[in-house]
């Protein structure tokens, strides 16, 4: 998707510290930015792992490409190297089923007549 609708170069100056950069986990510029210059994360793997960007719901789907390029301008690697290692970190979850939780108690439920559990 990335390579048929690229984002345009500067998107990054419209960033201020309370841009929500990964909305699952309601992780800010600021907390991303804290990761790399206060915790010393030096590439998008580990900011994802100080910062939690990426660990929510989406699995770094919506937020990755962000996190890599915001990452790769505050340490000034190449960000097609960063974008490329963040996708390889992720691509395990790329084509996860679509599940949702349910509790044991409902699962433990005996079939309904229909061969489904009671909802």
Same mark, same amino acid.
């Given at each position: /998707? #990335?390579?048929? #609708? +690229?984002?345009?170069? =500067?998107?990054?100056?419209?960033?201020?510290?309370?841009?929500?950069?990964?909305?699952? %986990? %309601?992780?800010?510029?600021?907390?991303?930015?804290?990761?790399?210059?206060?915790?010393?994360?030096?590439?998008?793997? &580990?900011?994802?792992?100080?910062?939690?960007? =990426? /660990? =929510?719901?989406?699995?770094?789907? /919506?937020? =990755? %490409?962000?996190?890599?390029?915001?990452?790769?301008?505050?340490? !000034?690697?190449?960000?097609?190297?960063?974008?490329?290692?963040?996708?390889?970190?992720?691509? !395990? &979850?790329?084509?996860? +089923?679509?599940?949702? +939780?349910? &509790?044991?108690?409902?699962?433990?439920?005996?079939? &309904?007549?229909?061969?489904?559990?009671?909802?």
């Amino acid at each position: /998707m #990335h390579v048929a #609708h +690229p984002v345009r170069d =500067g998107w990054q100056t419209w960033l201020t510290d309370d841009t929500l950069v990964c909305r699952c %986990e %309601e992780v800010t510029v600021a907390g991303l930015t804290s990761a790399v210059d206060d915790l010393g994360a030096t590439d998008a793997r &580990t900011a994802k792992l100080l910062s939690r960007c =990426g /660990m =929510g719901w989406c699995q770094g789907r /919506m937020c =990755g %490409e962000a996190v890599s390029r915001v990452v790769s301008a505050r340490t !000034g690697a190449d960000p097609r190297r960063t974008a490329d290692r963040l996708a390889a970190d992720l691509a !395990g &979850t790329a084509n996860r +089923p679509v599940a949702a +939780p349910i &509790t044991l108690g409902l699962l433990a439920q005996p079939p &309904t007549p229909t061969g489904g559990p009671h909802v």
